[in-house]
């Protein structure tokens, strides 16, 4: 045996319903020595297409189902240290980021009890609202671990399907591999990398998007254009947080508070 | 319709295939049709229309021939002072009262209403109940006012409550068949509708709500349902079967709600006293009191109207 | 038939003055024009109103942020009584604000006295109690108010919108520059002597009248911390556009195209009465009204003919008469929007009906009109026409019923008639509207959440989940 293998590389490639195509662009980029698929428009009508197909069953899922296909996510990132070691992830921020989607994990079957509510009504009604996922989530994710899993897993959680612009497309198409591998139905998560500033305005452009997640765009001056342009079909917006990015804060429910709409049930009462 | 439903052993799937009565939908459009605001000529019209719709009623244990005699002159002529007060539509009384009543009202036109089959319970052998009806109307009476065996209803026991109906109907002769549902201990407005269905397809001549003896009599939501069933079945049957709500109805403002409900459900057609009827004692002077009110343009006292 | 003879609630039982000014800083101060609003049924002039120029915004931002100071530091239990007082005062006059709604927006007195004022007085009441309890709501221990906010209101329910607006922004602390809409002025005018009779601070609340540039003004201050905005989803994307990258909070809530839909066991009166009630209530200018009509098949035509004895039974006329059920349409330029979609179903191939129904000489009024053979491709069934008309639509099944249901770009609220509880539990899942009612329809409550999905806005008004919008 020689001393030194000759190594298997891996090409990075987009996540699109549940497959890891290529663009169908065919363009790539170079990172760190990688070539990377560069996502394209049509790439992001795709990913839409998918998020939109599997949104009815990822929200009809039972919340005890969601939960536990995201413990697998941090199961599965667990088995995967030495892999997001090599990327840069350090021991902190991965182990911040495993305890993350296990405290989501956990919120699957209780945001429902603290976000909705039985209104007492001055008549003989049943009235009882209860959040229901905004529908298909456009993320342009942050570029740190951290961060990316601290806009997918809230979305997820909540029973939202998400096509996110990634920020840094390795560690990002990793984890689409773990999440491909932690019984994620295929199309609730697809991912493009690429360069967030050339497909994000036709994200939230998108008709077919619900919701548009600006955590991870820096420039205010897009972040107030893709706003702008989210407005064309009355997203709900994320805006990028004004206090900056830290991700190891205490998340709250707003991640996915944001994300929900509230349905109220009326019924009347009586035999 | 109604023979072949009954030999086919259908009754059930007929009544409980009718649609549905949401309470609280019902109760909010009786209460919205009671704020209907009737002022001026069209109450006084209404306040004619409702006298000319009472079922004069005494249903007491202390009832004498003297009382009755009492109450049929007054059922004749209202308001003595006024002779432009119409009467009222009948008398209604206990069997054994028929008679004296009869001499009164005989060719005024007045009907003559009594209670026959062992009002107010029902709880009696069927020939009992027969017996009771043949004498009143033998006794003059041209209207029978029956109740219906609530427990055999409750119980499912239909085509118990059905026969019963038919039977009595048919020892009524020429009188008229007024069948009491005493919607009170039925629970449900679904039972209302459905006891509704049953009387008339067992051949009720009216429908009634209330004997008045049990603690909740007529109410608005109540006849309403009555009143979608007497039109829905004479949209599939065409025939025409009257309402009378019994009970606790006592003021004017009272009347002329029961009568918009009329207005605005079932229309023109119901709104006589050949379809329509209160079964009422105390309602009467309240009417006289507010047409007085009407025609002299100031509130009058009980002592300018004759107890009974 | 029994003919009720008019029985008209007076109208002497509230004082309009010939002229108003701009209510800012407790006072009331005259704008840069007037313009003038009129009883929609007569056409009659009722008043003259000052129109708010971009100066008038200014003074009025400026006030509400002089006052958000000392308002926002108030005490909860302070702020509280203050609306309090309010919802007592309203309760006290609703006997004059009933018969001001009605002349200036059209609407019948039998609504305005038994839907709106008891509605208004119930959501001063119920967010009064929030004041003080805040740090209870759910969104954090200490949530703090956003500023100014900046609030357009609608003309269908003047003073319950302004209700809608004004309660939860004072009870969560902050201060309000509210506009209502220029053909509705008045009853928000008379509000701002309810806030002066309440001693409400200077400033807390101000009223800029004036029409849609106005409102841009308002929306667009860059003071405003909070934009608020409840009227057409064109006008709420401009709003959106307008405030984006500005940080500013913003609630939508927006138009809608309801699907009511009737399965074959529903309980077939009580439905009729939920479709009248559902498109020709307040004259189908209600965002959430049920105007596109789902009928199952096999119960089409008995419901067809029940539908049309009701409607036969309506009563439109003089809004102030007491027995009144179809009132005014509030403006020339709304009744020629409705008369063009109308038109429109008409050329499209919809049978078009309507009972016999004599319309007055004067004023804006529009036949209750039920469309029948309507298909998802009718332009009846995809545009709101904010207006007593009713399209109807038929399906076969459960599943067809969600899927035309949820066909369309809004999502505000939807009607499910069905005696079985399954059925109505699964159908209320699957439809996307931020409000289902079952069995019922056009209910509300100030402890009930109320807005829509998708274009049919974002952000809820009432309940809990209403004060989020006011809170950072």
């Given at each position: 045996?020689?001393?030194?293998?000759?190594?298997?590389?891996?090409?990075?490639?987009?996540?699109?319903?549940?497959?890891?195509?290529?663009?169908?662009?065919?363009?790539?980029?170079?990172?760190?020595?990688?070539?990377?698929?560069?996502?394209?428009?049509?790439?992001?009508?795709?990913?839409?297409?998918?998020?939109?197909?599997?949104?009815?069953?990822?929200?009809?899922?039972?919340?005890?189902?969601?939960?536990?296909?995201?413990?697998?996510?941090?199961?599965?990132?667990?088995?995967?240290?030495?892999?997001?070691?090599?990327?840069?992830?350090?021991?902190?921020?991965?182990?911040?980021?495993?305890?993350?989607?296990?405290?989501?994990?956990?919120?699957?079957?209780?945001?429902?009890?603290?976000?909705?509510?039985?209104?007492?009504?001055?008549?003989?009604?049943?009235?009882?609202?209860?959040?229901?996922?905004?529908?298909?989530?456009?993320?342009?994710?942050?570029?740190?671990?951290?961060?990316?899993?601290?806009?997918?897993?809230?979305?997820?959680?909540?029973?939202?399907?998400?096509?996110?612009?990634?920020?840094?497309?390795?560690?990002?198409?990793?984890?689409?591999?773990?999440?491909?591998?932690?019984?994620?139905?295929?199309?609730?998560?697809?991912?493009?990398?690429?360069?967030?500033?050339?497909?994000?305005?036709?994200?939230?452009?998108?008709?077919?998007?619900?919701?548009?997640?600006?955590?991870?765009?820096?420039?205010?001056?897009?972040?107030?254009?893709?706003?702008?342009?989210?407005?064309?079909?009355?997203?709900?917006?994320?805006?990028?947080?004004?206090?900056?990015?830290?991700?190891?804060?205490?998340?709250?429910?707003?991640?996915?508070?944001?994300?929900?709409?509230?349905?109220?049930?009326?019924?009347?009462?009586?035999? | 319709?109604?023979?072949?439903?009954?030999?086919?052993?259908?009754?059930?799937?007929?009544?409980?295939?009718?649609?549905?009565?949401?309470?609280?939908?019902?109760?909010?459009?009786?209460?919205?049709?009671?704020?209907?605001?009737?002022?001026?000529?069209?109450?006084?019209?209404?306040?004619?229309?409702?006298?000319?719709?009472?079922?004069?009623?005494?249903?007491?244990?202390?009832?004498?021939?003297?009382?009755?005699?009492?109450?049929?002159?007054?059922?004749?002529?209202?308001?003595?002072?006024?002779?432009?007060?119409?009467?009222?539509?009948?008398?209604?009384?206990?069997?054994?009262?028929?008679?004296?009543?009869?001499?009164?009202?005989?060719?005024?036109?007045?009907?003559?209403?009594?209670?026959?089959?062992?009002?107010?319970?029902?709880?009696?052998?069927?020939?009992?109940?027969?017996?009771?009806?043949?004498?009143?109307?033998?006794?003059?009476?041209?209207?029978?006012?029956?109740?219906?065996?609530?427990?055999?209803?409750?119980?499912?026991?239909?085509?118990?409550?059905?026969?019963?109906?038919?039977?009595?109907?048919?020892?009524?002769?020429?009188?008229?068949?007024?069948?009491?549902?005493?919607?009170?201990?039925?629970?449900?407005?679904?039972?209302?509708?459905?006891?509704?269905?049953?009387?008339?397809?067992?051949?009720?001549?009216?429908?009634?709500?209330?004997?008045?003896?049990?603690?909740?009599?007529?109410?608005?939501?109540?006849?309403?349902?009555?009143?979608?069933?007497?039109?829905?079945?004479?949209?599939?049957?065409?025939?025409?079967?009257?309402?009378?709500?019994?009970?606790?109805?006592?003021?004017?403002?009272?009347?002329?709600?029961?009568?918009?409900?009329?207005?605005?459900?079932?229309?023109?057609?119901?709104?006589?006293?050949?379809?329509?009827?209160?079964?009422?004692?105390?309602?009467?002077?309240?009417?006289?009191?507010?047409?007085?009110?009407?025609?002299?343009?100031?509130?009058?006292?009980?002592?300018?109207?004759?107890?009974? | 038939?029994?003919?009720?003879?008019?029985?008209?609630?007076?109208?002497?039982?509230?004082?309009?003055?010939?002229?108003?000014?701009?209510f800012i800083?407790?006072?009331?101060?005259?704008?840069?024009?007037?313009?003038?609003?009129?009883?929609?049924?007569?056409?009659?002039?009722?008043?003259?109103?000052?129109?708010?120029?971009?100066?008038?915004?200014?003074?009025a931002v400026?006030a509400a942020r002089?006052a958000f100071?000392?308002w926002?530091?108030?005490?909860?239990?302070?702020?509280?009584?203050?609306?309090?007082?309010?919802?007592?005062?309203?309760?006290?006059?609703?006997?004059?604000?009933?018969?001001?709604?009605?002349?200036?927006?059209?609407?019948?007195?039998?609504?305005?006295?038994?839907?709106?004022?008891?509605?208004?007085?119930?959501?001063?009441?119920?967010?009064?109690?929030?004041?003080?309890?805040?740090?209870?709501?759910?969104?954090?221990?200490?949530?703090?108010p956003l500023g100014v906010a900046g609030q357009v209101i609608?003309?269908?329910?003047?003073?319950?919108?302004l209700a809608?607006k004004i309660a939860p922004a004072l009870a969560t602390g902050n201060t309000v520059v509210l506009k209502p809409?220029?053909?509705?002025?008045?009853?928000a005018?008379?509000f701002a002597?309810?806030c002066?009779?309440?001693?409400l601070?200077?400033g807390v609340v101000n009223i800029v009248?004036?029409?849609?540039?106005?409102?841009?003004?308002l929306?667009?201050?860059?003071?405003v911390n909070k934009v608020a905005?409840?009227?057409?989803?064109?006008?709420?994307?401009?709003?959106?556009?307008?405030?984006?990258?500005?940080?500013?909070?913003?609630?939508?809530?927006?138009?809608?195209?309801?699907?009511?839909?009737?399965?074959?066991?529903?309980?077939?009166?009580?439905?009729?009465?939920?479709?009248?009630?559902?498109?020709?209530?307040?004259?189908?200018?209600?965002?959430?009204?049920?105007?596109?009509?789902?009928?199952?098949?096999?119960?089409?035509?008995?419901?067809?003919?029940?539908?049309?004895?009701?409607?036969?039974?309506?009563?439109?006329?003089?809004?102030?008469?007491?027995?009144?059920?179809?009132?005014?349409?509030?403006?020339?330029?709304?009744?020629?929007?409705?008369?063009?979609?109308?038109?429109?179903?008409?050329?499209?191939?919809?049978?078009?009906?309507?009972?016999?129904?004599?319309?007055?000489?004067?004023?804006?009024?529009?036949?209750?009109?039920?469309?029948?053979?309507?298909?998802?491709?009718?332009?009846?069934?995809?545009?709101?026409?904010?207006?007593?008309?009713?399209?109807?639509?038929?399906?076969?099944?459960?599943?067809?019923?969600?899927?035309?249901?949820?066909?369309?770009?809004?999502?505000?609220?939807?009607?499910?008639?069905?005696?079985?509880?399954?059925?109505?539990?699964?159908?209320?899942?699957?439809?996307?509207?931020?409000?289902?009612?079952?069995?019922?329809?056009?209910?509300?409550?100030?402890?009930?959440?109320?807005?829509?999905?998708?274009?049919?806005?974002?952000?809820?008004?009432?309940?809990?989940?209403?004060?989020?919008?006011y809170?950072?």
């Amino acid at each position: 045996m020689p001393e030194t293998r000759v190594s298997v590389r891996k090409t990075y490639k987009l996540y699109i319903g549940g497959s890891f195509p290529r663009s169908e662009s065919g363009r790539t980029y170079l990172v760190d020595g990688d070539n990377v698929a560069l996502a394209s428009r049509k790439d992001l009508r795709d990913a839409v297409v998918a998020a939109r197909k599997a949104q009815p069953g990822w929200a009809g899922a039972t919340a005890y189902n969601r939960g536990q296909v995201l413990y697998r996510v941090a199961e599965m990132l667990e088995a995967r240290r030495a892999e997001f070691g090599t990327l840069g992830v350090d021991a902190a921020e991965l182990d911040a980021v495993i305890d993350r989607w296990i405290w989501y994990a956990g919120w699957s079957d209780k945001i429902g009890q603290v976000y909705g509510a039985a209104n007492p009504v001055a008549g003989p009604y049943f009235n009882l609202s209860a959040p229901e996922p905004t529908g298909v989530v456009g993320v342009v994710a942050p570029a740190s671990f951290l961060g990316l899993t601290s806009v997918l897993a809230p979305a997820m959680v909540t029973g939202n399907t998400v096509v996110v612009l990634a920020g840094a497309p390795q560690v990002a198409v990793t984890l689409a591999e773990v999440l491909a591998t932690s019984d994620v139905p295929g199309g609730v998560v697809n991912l493009l990398t690429g360069r967030a500033a050339e497909t994000a305005p036709w994200l939230a452009a998108h008709d077919d998007v619900n919701a548009l997640d600006l955590t991870g765009v820096s420039d205010p001056q897009l972040a107030a254009e893709l706003e702008r342009a989210a407005a064309g079909n009355l997203k709900r917006v994320l805006r990028p947080p004004a206090d900056g990015n830290d991700f190891r804060r205490d998340p709250g429910l707003q991640p996915m508070t944001a994300l929900l709409e509230i349905k109220t049930v009326w019924h009347p009462k009586g035999f | 319709m109604t023979a072949t439903l009954h030999q086919a052993g259908d009754l059930r799937s007929v009544l409980h295939g009718l649609p549905g009565v949401d309470k609280v939908g019902v109760e909010a459009r009786a209460a919205a049709l009671g704020t209907r605001s009737v002022k001026t000529t069209a109450k006084a019209a209404a306040i004619d229309l409702a006298i000319r719709m009472v079922d004069l009623t005494t249903l007491e244990g202390s009832d004498t021939p003297g009382k009755v005699r009492a109450l049929s002159a007054k059922a004749l002529r209202p308001d003595p002072a006024d002779p432009s007060c119409p009467p009222v539509a009948a008398i209604c009384v206990y069997p054994a009262m028929v008679p004296v009543a009869a001499e009164v009202l005989a060719g005024s036109g007045v009907h003559l209403a009594s209670v026959a089959t062992a009002f107010p319970s029902g709880q009696a052998p069927l020939a009992v109940k027969l017996a009771d009806t043949r004498d009143a109307v033998a006794g003059g009476a041209d209207e029978i006012d029956m109740v219906i065996s609530r427990g055999a209803f409750l119980a499912g026991r239909y085509d118990h409550v059905f026969d019963e109906i038919v039977a009595v109907k048919q020892a009524c002769g020429d009188a008229h068949l007024k069948v009491i549902l005493e919607t009170g201990e039925l629970g449900t407005y679904d039972n209302v509708r459905r006891a509704s269905w049953l009387a008339m397809l067992a051949g009720a001549d009216f429908i009634k709500t209330s004997t008045g003896k049990v603690p909740v009599a007529a109410t608005l939501p109540v006849t309403l349902v009555m009143l979608e069933a007497v039109r829905d079945f004479r949209a599939r049957t065409g025939r025409q079967v009257g309402v009378k709500p019994a009970g606790g109805i006592r003021t004017t403002k009272d009347a002329i709600k029961y009568l918009v409900l009329i207005n605005e459900t079932v229309g023109d057609d119901w709104l006589s006293p050949d379809w329509f009827r209160f079964g009422a004692s105390s309602l009467l002077n309240d009417l006289l009191m507010q047409r007085t009110k009407l025609t002299t343009g100031h509130y009058a006292g009980p002592d300018y109207f004759t107890l009974d | 038939m029994f003919e009720y003879a008019p029985a008209p609630e007076s109208r002497s039982v509230v004082e309009i003055a010939p002229s108003y000014g701009l209510f800012i800083d407790g006072e009331f101060t005259p704008g840069k024009d007037v313009f003038k609003t009129v009883n929609p049924a007569s056409e009659e002039v009722l008043a003259e109103v000052a129109e708010a120029g971009p100066e008038d915004v200014d003074r009025a931002v400026a006030a509400a942020r002089r006052a958000f100071g000392t308002w926002s530091a108030l005490p909860g239990p302070e702020r509280a009584r203050y609306l309090f007082r309010i919802a007592r005062i309203i309760q006290e006059r609703s006997r004059e604000l009933a018969v001001l709604e009605s002349l200036d927006n059209g609407k019948p007195i039998r609504e305005s006295r038994d839907v709106d004022l008891p509605l208004v007085a119930a959501h001063f009441f119920y967010h009064a109690g929030w004041a003080d309890k805040l740090e209870y709501a759910g969104f954090g221990p200490d949530p703090r108010p956003l500023g100014v906010a900046g609030q357009v209101i609608p003309w269908n329910f003047p003073l319950l919108m302004l209700a809608w607006k004004i309660a939860p922004a004072l009870a969560t602390g902050n201060t309000v520059v509210l506009k209502p809409a220029e053909t509705t002025p008045l009853s928000a005018l008379f509000f701002a002597d309810v806030c002066r009779q309440a001693d409400l601070p200077p400033g807390v609340v101000n009223i800029v009248t004036g029409a849609g540039d106005t409102g841009r003004h308002l929306v667009e201050h860059p003071d405003v911390n909070k934009v608020a905005f409840t009227g057409s989803t064109e006008v709420g994307r401009q709003i959106a556009r307008a405030v984006a990258g500005t940080g500013k909070k913003l609630s939508l809530e927006l138009g809608g195209k309801a699907a009511n839909i009737v399965f074959d066991d529903a309980p077939i009166d009580q439905a009729v009465e939920g479709i009248v009630n559902g498109i020709f209530f307040n004259q189908g200018h209600v965002c959430c009204a049920g105007s596109r009509l789902l009928v199952q098949e096999s119960v089409y035509e008995p419901l067809m003919e029940s539908l049309k004895r009701r409607m036969a039974t309506l009563r439109l006329g003089d809004p102030l008469d007491k027995n009144t059920d179809i009132g005014a349409i509030n403006s020339a330029a709304q009744l020629a929007r409705i008369r063009e979609l109308s038109d429109v179903g008409a050329a499209e191939g919809a049978e078009r009906w309507s009972p016999a129904c004599e319309l007055p000489e004067q004023g804006f009024w529009f036949a209750p009109t039920i469309f029948t053979g309507v298909t998802q491709a009718h332009r009846i069934a995809r545009e709101e026409i904010f207006g007593p008309v009713l399209s109807v639509l038929t399906f076969r099944t459960p599943d067809e019923a969600v899927e035309k249901a949820n066909n369309t770009p809004y999502g505000l609220s939807a009607g499910i008639w069905s005696d079985k509880g399954s059925r109505i539990l699964a159908v209320a899942d699957r439809l996307r509207a931020g409000v289902v009612w079952a069995n019922t329809f056009n209910k509300f409550d100030p402890t009930s959440p109320f807005g829509g999905y998708k274009e049919s806005g974002y952000g809820r008004e009432g309940g809990r989940h209403g004060l989020e919008a006011y809170l950072a």
